[in-house]
T-cell receptor
Framework: GAVVSQHPSRVICKSGTSVKIECRSL??????MFWYRQFPKQSLMLMAT?????????EQGVEKDKFLINHASLTLSTLTVTSAHPEDSSFYIC????????????FGQGTRLTVV | AQSVSQHNHHVILSEAASLELGCNYS??????LFWYVQYPGQHLQLLLK??????LVKGIKGFEAEFIKSKFSFNLRKPSVQWSDTAEYFC???????????FGAGTQVVVTP
């Protein structure tokens, strides 16, 4: 199957700093990518839908100014957590849809963010 | 509100035992249903999916799931588990076929030798 690579897999940052997480589709073009976050023992919650060349669509309750999403190419979407706080500590996962018409979404391995 | 619920957070069983993981969804209208598995340190992988047709869906690695519309359920089954089935299993629903999922909380399955 197609591969989605997420980087970094783990990151620790200080409170108040910003962290960028990359999501790359390695062997297909992804017109649409999705960003999820998962708190311990809870569901993956959709944060936003990232469309190549246009603004991301955020789910209700997700602060778009805090979670900046950029999808500048067909193989890369980035999520930047700005002015991170300990409550932003979570597991962030991206997924990508093959623009070639596949009905399957492929997931990255996730990024564990810890804000201290 | 749309939701997906999984009945168990943790399941421990022995090799060769049968596995059934419950999943219920709350959606109005047409819904597509999925089971994903995440092995330790690996990506989420699709086990199987249901869009329409035969409600008994067969997936990879010997897994199957049954869509029961009257019960709003999509339970995952495997007749005989192996140690390598140790993983976290997620039920998910979507109103389109590709990508915008609502996930259940996940079930951690541990298979002991």
């Amino acid at each position: 199957g197609a591969v989605v690579s997420q980087h970094p897999s783990r990151v620790i940052c200080k409170s108040g700093t910003s962290v960028k997480i990359e999501c790359r589709s390695l062997d297909f073009q992804a017109t649409t990518m999705f960003w999820y976050r998962q708190f311990p023992k809870q569901s993956l919650m959709l944060m936003a839908t990232s469309n190549e060349g246009s603004k991301a669509t955020y789910e209700q309750g997700v602060e778009k100014d805090k979670f900046l999403i950029n999808h500048a190419s067909l193989t890369l979407s980035t999520l930047t957590v700005t002015s991170a706080h300990p409550e932003d500590s979570s597991f962030y996962i991206c997924s990508a849809r093959d623009g070639g018409g596949s009905t399957e979404a492929f997931f990255g391995q996730g990024t564990r963010l810890t804000v201290v | 509100a749309q939701s997906v619920s999984q009945h168990n957070h943790h399941v421990i069983l022995s090799e060769a035992a049968s596995l059934e993981l419950g999943c219920n969804y709350s959606y109005g209208g047409t819904v597509n249903l999925f089971w994903y598995v995440q092995y330790p340190g690996q990506h989420l992988q699709l086990l199987l999916k249901y869009f329409s047709g035969d409600p008994l869906v067969k997936g990879i690695k010997g897994f199957e799931a049954e869509f029961i519309k009257s019960k709003f359920s999509f339970n995952l089954r495997k007749p005989s588990v192996q140690w390598s089935d140790t993983a976290e299993y997620f039920c998910a629903a979507a109103t389109d076929s590709w990508g915008k999922f609502q996930f259940g909380a996940g079930t951690q399955v541990v298979v002991t030798p």
